[in-house]
């Protein structure tokens, strides 16, 4: 049964309102706001990204049964089911992104939900375990959202960054204006969205792209640009680029928007009573710990304490506020656009907090 709405909190769905509605303080220094409005964008013309065989979506039915893309919407479980405690179901499957940049999000979660399971795996497997009913609840690619209904997306911990992210890069052996090849890192599906975009309107480069193994580095591929994402995107390449492009400052130069690269999501059929507290308790406890982790991660990974640290905590943010919402949002509607996602979805939260 579809919950309750609760609150309507963005009805504005131009790219006006998306930069105008939500105003935050990015921790980046930055001398000059940027906003999409401020972009020239390419002209287009009758050129979009064309995904065959693309099947409609029929997207999450709203509280009127309707279906739209026009509004975010906090959605609450019934009265009823809110009085009682949130204790979690015996054992909840769970998968998290295997880089170091979902450690913090992770923490003790074994001690707060006994007897369920943390698999960590790449994020494009998770989406895709997700999708199969491998798993109940999965830190995925904030894209595969948008490419299936019937999804919720149930605490507001996630993997953002507002500004530089460090660890999505695409290599450009070209001017990206004429990128004709592009290698995408097997493990990602948003960022490989992202890159596609980011190309198309920023550059009005529209290339063919190849897949890139999860083992492998830029030197394996020789298309003109390469995109690597997570732990191996942070280790210097061993050639020189014509451009190395971090999305996510990219991204915000451009829009002016947090953008969030994955979240935690289930199926709404699935019980994922007290699951929610459990991860927004994990995220609190990681953070309190983040030197810890980037002490013994770094060490693993092979990369100076301080870069790891700083990796975590000025790079990325772990908490879905309004800002990110509204680049979610703005992202899955210039993905919309150049048909890489289905256009018709709704954000659909359950009901945590929201900050
Ligand atoms: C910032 C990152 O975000 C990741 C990027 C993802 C993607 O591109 O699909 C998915 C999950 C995130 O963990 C990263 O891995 O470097």
Redesign the pocket.
């Known amino acids: 049964m579809i919950p309750s709405v609760t609150a309507v909190i963005l009805t504005n769905r131009t790219l006006t309102g998306f930069v105008n509605t939500w105003v935050f303080e990015p921790p980046v220094e930055s001398t000059q706001r940027p906003s999409i409005l401020d972009s020239r964008p390419v002209n287009l013309g009758s050129r979009r990204w064309k995904r065959p065989g693309q099947q409609r979506h029929q997207g999450i039915p709203n509280a009127e049964g309707t279906v739209g893309s026009e509004q975010i919407m906090i959605m609450q479980q019934d009265s009823a089911k809110s009085k009682t405690v949130a204790r979690p179901p015996a054992s909840v499957r769970l998968g998290a ?1 295997s ?1 170091l ?2 450690r913090p999000l992770i923490q003790d979660l074994s001690e707060l939900l006994p007897g369920s399971s943390v698999e960590l795996d790449y ?2 497997r998770l989406a895709d375990s997700l999708a199969d009913g491998e798993m109940d609840v999965a ?1 995925i ?1 904030s ?1 595969e959202y948008f490419r299936r209904p019937g999804y919720e997306i149930i605490s507001d911990a996630c ?1 953002a ?1 507002r500004g530089e ?1 460090m ?2 890069k695409l290599y450009c052996r070209v001017h990206p204006g004429k990128v004709r090849r592009m290698a995408l ?1 097997e ?6 969205t ?1 890159s596609k975009v980011i190309l198309a309107e920023r550059y009005g480069s529209f290339p063919e792209s190849e897949p890139l193994s999860m083992d492998s580095m830029t030197t394996d591929s020789a298309a003109d640009a390469v995109l690597l ?2 732990d191996r ?1 942070m280790h210097t390449p061993q050639e020189s680029f014509v451009e190395v492009m971090d999305l ?1 400052q990219m991204w915000y130069d451009w829009t002016g928007l947090p953008f969030v ?2 979240m935690w999501v289930a199926h709404t059929s699935a019980d994922t009573t007290g699951v929610a507290s459990a991860l927004n308790e994990a995220r609190d406890r990681g953070l309190a710990n983040v030197t810890d982790i980037a002490k013994s991660e770094s060490a693993k990974l092979g990369i100076a304490e301080t870069v790891a640290l700083n990796y975590l905590t000025k790079n ?1 943010h772990y908490r879905m506020t309004a800002a990110e919402r509204s680049g979610l949002q703005l992202f899955h509607e210039l993905a919309s656009r150049h048909n890489l996602v289905n256009q018709n979805a709704n954000l659909v939260f359950s009901d945590f907090v929201t900050a």
């Open positions: 992104v880089y940049n979902s994020p494009s830190l690619p894209i993997v960054a992210v660890s999505v890192d493990g990602s599906r948003t960022s490989a992202l994402i997570g995107a996510g690269f994955a990325l």
